[in-house]
């Protein structure tokens, strides 16, 4: 019927009665038995009908396939199946197609709401919007996907404004991944794959991006309640799921952010207050601002978990830390800057006896987290300072637990900040070490000469000048017992070291020397300068003020608080008339026959004099010259520059060791104005001109 | 960068005119009635009797720019060179020539032009010594006074206060008396609306700024 040519040619009567009969099948057979159907019998006839007519088509076009291959495509017609398709679509699925999309959702919600439904037919319905769309979506997005979605937001609309103000926090949190986990397997169960991404996405923009704020600042148990609580798993859940939405992240780190503020205030001021009320004396003082270091290094290694635990490492919530601790390690607490409590710290982690004792490794720790608090704090030249001059204390009395420590600690500030802040430290350890491998030699030498050995034990520490702090000392008269050592060491030193030139610090040494007590005699360990008086009174048994000043050759500060020490604190080795608790020039002082102790040995201490204010100035004065010299180099390399642009670059080039006060730069550009190593620029204004 | 008004002396070139030789006579002449006959030059004495002469206060901002006309170096003495220059360019070879030859050298210092010229010479006319490169505050007072009250007396009053109040410095240096003429025509007075610290005025103008807004009320 069709190769003959026409007008035999039927080709087209029967392309046509092709499409007519399927038409007449399905209007007189289909389309009677769906109507009067309704939801999920209305689908299952559907899905039946729909499977016979499939068989039907694929069949029919077998036998006309001859139509297909050279009639439809010459005609550019649709192809057999495609039509028989399109009949049913036209006659049977338009009219059905929005209650069956109803009925569909119906279905869906139903089963949202824990009811059990019929997946397999769902997705059968489903798969008939895919097949009868010949292959493209197109006919399942827009007649059922879209009002799918619709409805789902209209769904998690209600629920989540019915849950967030019924539940706490983490219960609607943990229903919402759970909506959201079972969202995603329904698409696995019956919807098409393509849908998922967009489903989640409406879903989570209802139950958290809409709501966020309100999750977020739930009174009693939103994130600021979970975070104080320490609620990990829920804090967990929170960030994996606004992880998900747009700006999620940063709305839960600016929360983040405001909790560490507020917790990092709250010790400040519990700290201010207890200094307020506690005015009085240093050793509280002290303590307190020690708790408070202590207490910041808890409070960040607490954030810095969650940070690590629940916000997925996250750097948006390492900077809310890190913008936090800014502020709050550059306050002064105390009457401390932050630098000086934390140089505290650090000594009494590493001197023996100190107030923090720890293990090797819960040392270590506790320094890596120094240097972290560390990196907040602007004055870190401040800190070096603090640090160098405690150290030298540690060193010279032997203090320090452990060489290894000490060292540790520079090798980390030395990867963080740079080599410039640790160099003398490290050449002050070097001094220790080679004093140590001197004494050897030293005490051998001492072995071999006779009639000038003192026969006292004796050791002598010599140091580098410039790295260590400069220490004070004054010329006093030695015992002649002490000088004999000082002698032997002199003519040892220099058959070694012919060029050097030794500088002695009585006042830095001290001395082991026993005091023959009536009871029984006493190791007493003090300083040097303390050994010397008490030697004095070898010779006489009372000795006024003045006498002690002259045969010393003391100066008076240094007077008062050796007496003092010596008699008017906890051991009273000497006593004194009159008979209180201070040193006046008319005292007079005698040697304790009657003192007596139940141990063998004790410590007189020297109360050490107050450094604070010459640290402070020796590190503003250091801070002039770093300024004027970066200010120097950039404008050597630069000839020309704007103000603004040259305060900012000395800034930057000094923000490693300290920050530098704009108002002061300001101050050295004039001072290097009238030094002549700048002028003004004369052609453009606000700049500078480097003068060669 | 000091204006060179020195002329080396040099006699009369031939073919110049009896009468400019006459007046070069006159102004020699006018010369030696104060000066010094020892030292060759006007001294303080000469200058005072000067001033009395010209009827002007040897306060007068007048004669500080004359000194400027005549280029002269050092505060309290005029040479011989400096008078000749001086006076042959104000044209005057007597006193009362002199003296109504003033009006016009205040308008022409006055002007923009020589006014940046004669500002920063009235600050190195006082420096006292050799080398010294400051001069102090209340001398710098005064000088303001002097030479910028009659164009910025509301700022120089307040800058007189604020200099007498602070005392962040104790002298005035060469950069920071050219500040205080910058600050004087470049910022709006007294609101201060466009004055901005991040530049680079001298520290002592920024303090200055801020004194000024916080006694404000």
């Known amino acids: ?228 609580d320490g609620k990990t798993e829920d804090l967990s859940r929170m960030c994996r799921l606004f992880s998900r939405v747009e700006d999620g992240l940063f709305q839960l780190s600016k929360v983040f952010k405001e909790h560490v503020n507020e917790e990092g205030m709250s010790l400040l001021k519990s700290a201010t207050d207890a200094a307020n009320s506690k005015n009085e004396r240093k050793e509280i003082v002290g303590a307190l601002d020690q708790d408070f270091v202590r207490k910041v290094i808890e409070l960040h290694d607490k954030q810095q978990s969650y940070v690590i635990n629940c ?39 590493l001197r023996k006896g100190g107030s923090e004792k720890l293990g090797d490794e819960a040392l270590e720790e506790t320094l890596e987290k120094v240097v972290t608090i560390l990196t907040y704090i602007s004055d870190r030249d401040l800190f070096v300072e603090f640090h160098r001059k405690k150290l030298g204390k540690r060193l010279l009395f032997d203090k320090s637990v452990n060489d290894e420590h000490e060292r540790s600690l520079l090798s980390k500030l030395k990867q963080y900040f740079g080599g410039q802040l640790t160099s003398k430290m490290e050449g002050m350890l070097g001094d220790m070490t080679r004093a140590r491998d001197q004494q050897a030699n030293f005490d051998e030498y001492m072995s071999q000469i006779t009639e000038s050995n003192p026969r006292v034990d004796f050791s002598v520490t010599v140091l580098t000048a410039g790295r260590w702090p400069t220490y004070k000392s004054s010329n006093i008269n030695l015992p002649s017992e002490m000088i004999k050592c000082v002698e032997a060491f002199k003519n040892y030193y220099d058959s070694k070291e012919k060029c050097k030139k030794l500088s002695w610090l009585y006042s830095m040494g001290n001395c082991n020397i026993v005091a023959k007590f009536d009871t029984k005699p006493i190791e007493l360990i003090v300083t040097t300068y303390q050994a010397a008086l008490l030697l004095l009174f070898n010779g006489a048994d009372r000795l006024s003020y003045s006498e002690i000043v002259t045969q010393l050759n003391l100066p008076d500060d240094d007077a008062l608080r050796l007496l003092h020490s010596l008699s008017c604190a906890k051991y009273k080795i000497l006593n004194k008339e009159p008979l209180n608790r201070t040193i006046s020039p008319n005292d007079i002082f005698l040697f304790n026959h009657k003192f007596t102790d139940k141990m063998r040995r004790i410590k007189v201490p020297l109360p050490p004099t107050d450094e604070k204010k010459k640290v402070v100035e020796d590190v503003n004065k250091d801070r002039r010259f770093s300024i004027d010299a970066a200010i120097v180099r950039i404008m050597k390399s630069r000839k020309v520059m704007g103000h603004q642009q ?47 | 960068m000091r204006r060179s008004s020195k002329k080396s002396s040099s006699s009369a070139p031939a073919g110049q005119t009896k009468a400019v030789s006459k007046e070069v006579e006159r ?68 006193i009362s020539k002199l003296k109504k030859a003033f009006p016009e050298m205040v ?25 010294k490169k400051c001069i102090e505050i209340p001398v710098a007072c005064e000088l303001l006074n002097l030479v910028l009250s009659l164009q910025f007396r509301p700022q120089v009053d307040k800058l007189m206060d604020y200099l007498k109040y602070q005392n962040d410095y104790k002298v005035i240096n060469m950069d920071q008396w050219m500040g205080f003429l910058r600050f004087c025509n470049e910022i709006i007075f007294p609101s201060l609306d466009n004055y901005d610290p991040d530049q680079a005025w001298p520290l002592i103008l920024d303090n200055f700024v801020e004194w000024l807004r916080a006694n404000k009320n």
């Open chain 1, 1 to 228: 019927m069709c190769t003959q040519k026409p007008p035999n040619d039927y080709s087209k009567q029967l392309y046509e009665r092709y499409k007519e009969a399927l038409d007449d099948y399905i209007k007189s057979v289909v389309v009677p038995s769906l109507k009067g159907k309704h939801g999920e019998f209305l689908l299952r006839e559907l899905v039946g009908r729909w499977k016979n007519h499939k068989v039907m088509v694929r069949w029919l076009s077998r036998f006309f396939h001859y139509l297909d291959r050279y009639y439809v495509s010459r005609k550019l017609l649709l192809p057999l199946n495609e039509l028989g398709q399109s009949c049913f679509h036209d006659l049977v699925f338009k009219e059905l197609k929005t209650t069956l999309t109803l009925t569909l959702i119906d279905m869906i919600d139903a089963e949202r709401e824990g009811q059990l439904i019929d997946r397999a037919l769902v997705k059968d319905v489903i798969d008939i919007y895919v097949e009868i769309g010949w292959g493209s979506l197109g006919l399942y997005e827009g007649d059922f996907e879209q009002d799918f979605l619709n409805s789902t937001t209209d769904y998690y609309s209600k629920k989540a404004q019915a849950w967030i103000v019924e539940d706490s926090c983490p219960e609607y949190l943990l229903k919402a991944e759970e909506c959201l986990q079972k969202e995603k397997e329904r698409v696995g169960h019956y919807l098409h794959s393509k849908t998922e991404t967009k489903l989640l996405e409406d879903s989570l923009l209802e139950l958290i991006s809409r709501r966020a704020e309100q999750i977020l600042n739930k009174e009693n148990s939103g994130c600021r309640v979970l975070l104080l």
């Open chain 1, 646 to 692: 040259l305060v900012v670059e000395c800034v930057e080039q000094l923000s490693r060791m300290f920050k530098p006060d704009v108002k002061l730069i300001k101050r050295r550009i004039e001072d290097l104005i009238s030094r002549e190593y700048l002028e003004r620029d004369l052609e453009t204004t606000n700049s500078y001109r480097y003068l060669a």
């Open chain 2, 27 to 94: 102004i020699d002449q006018l010369f030696y009635t104060y000066a010094d006959s020892s030292s060759g030059m006007v001294d303080p004495e000469g200058i005072e009797t000067l001033c009395s002469h010209l009827e002007v206060p040897h306060t007068d901002v007048r004669i500080l720019m004359l000194a400027w006309k005549m280029g002269c170096e050092k505060q309290g003495y005029i040479t011989l060179d400096e008078w000749r220059s001086g006076l042959k360019t104000l044209r005057a070879d007597s």
């Open chain 2, 107 to 131: 308008q022409e210092v006055t002007r923009p032009s020589n006014f940046q010229d004669f500002y920063p010479f009235a600050f190195r006319y006082c420096l006292t010594e050799d080398k």
């Open chain 1, 311 to 349: 916000f997925q490492n996250n750097t948006v919530f390492h900077k809310a830390i890190k913008e936090a601790f800014e502020i709050i390690c550059n306050k002064e607490v105390a009457g401390c800057t932050s630098a000086e409590s934390l140089a505290t710290f650090c000594d009494n982690i």
